[in-house]
């Protein structure tokens, strides 16, 4: 630069420059929670695999009895698919195969299926949205999902009951469906051994909790509910065994907190 030549200020800053960087914005994680569901979804599907195998074997026997008390196949899968309990559907199945009336039917269902108010109130915290929405879920609620549900703290997973409890609703309808329209008949339920499935659910229920917990309270509770059900089992009403265990153990666990 020449002695005449005037003196420049500093080169004024190039475009952007001099100017505080903008902060990245958080890059929101959306697949994180999704795969948290479908991991739970997955969860409650594989564990209701041994207890769909008897419930679908359960069904077979209900839908030969169906069958043999003068229900259409339509009939008896229709009643799986919104009933879906087993003990009431055999209850009142048993009251118009002797001559009883709807009324009674519905009477002898209705009892069997106080105990799921027990398990609805506990279950309640874990289901979504309004009154309507709640009422759909509980739908899916028996003692298996009840149980696939629960977790060791005593709350209650609304994925793995709704999961859980598609795959049962399945197997129930499926297996009424079989013995309706199958060969099957009553005599051949006590060949196989198609009786003995209520006991078999309810070990399935019992074994995840065997020697798991060595409070004394836990195994009391075990004891009673196991010695429950064998004495009604052994007085002849072995589905009556699996709701009164249930509120057995029930009862003899929240004593033992």
Known sequence: MSAAEPARGPDPPARGEGRPAPHPSPTPHPAAPT??????YRAGARAALPFTVAIFAFGISFGVLA??????????????GLVFVGSSQ????????????WVAAAVAGTLLNLRYLVM???????????RARRAVEAQWVIEESWAIASDADGRFDR?????SGAVLWLGW??????????????????????????????????????????RPGRRAAALAATG??????????????????????LVATWRAR
Do not use: E, N, Q, W
Request: overall charge neutral; hydrophobic content about 55%.
């Open 35 to 40: 795969a948290d569901r479908r991991a739970a």
């Open 67 to 80: 069958k043999g008390s003068g229900f259409t196949a339509l009939a008896a899968t229709t009643m799986s």
């Open 90 to 101: 055999f209850a009142a199945v048993s009251v118009l195969a002797g001559g009883g009336g």
């Open 120 to 130: 609805g109130f506990a279950i309640l915290p874990a289901l979504r949205g309004g």
């Open 159 to 163: 994925v793995r009951l709704l999961s």
């Open 173 to 214: 309808v499926a297996g009424t469906l079989a013995g309706a329209l199958g060969p099957i008949t009553a005599v051949d339920i006590t060949r196989y051994g198609l009786d003995a499935v209520s006991s078999v659910l309810f070990f399935l229920l019992l074994a995840p909790h065997l020697g798991t917990d060595g």
């Open 228 to 249: 429950s059900a064998l004495a009604l089992t052994a007085a002849g009403l072995p589905d009556t065994a699996i709701a009164a265990a249930c509120l057995v153990a």
